[in-house]
């Protein structure tokens, strides 16, 4: 059975190199990188606005 899942990644993983290799490999990787920097900005903004809310939040329970 370990035998044959070896032959089988092995085989996937030949059949495969052909895809990385070529443009649409190339257009898939600058897509992902393109979504994970506009994820990476709407954590960033997500942070921003709680850490506000912190320091307001904060700020009213020091007045009092």
Not at 31 to 58: I, N
Request: charged share 35%; proline share 0%; aromatic share 18%.
């Amino acid at each position: 059975m370990f035998f044959l899942s070896i032959l089988c990644s092995y085989i996937v993983y030949r059949y495969d190199s052909e895809s990385r290799a070529g443009d649409v490999y190339a257009k898939e990787k600058l897509a992902y990188h393109r979504d994970m920097d506009q994820y990476l900005e709407f954590k960033k903004g997500y942070y921003e606005k709680a850490a506000e809310k912190l320091d307001a939040s904060a700020s009213s329970d020091g007045d009092a």
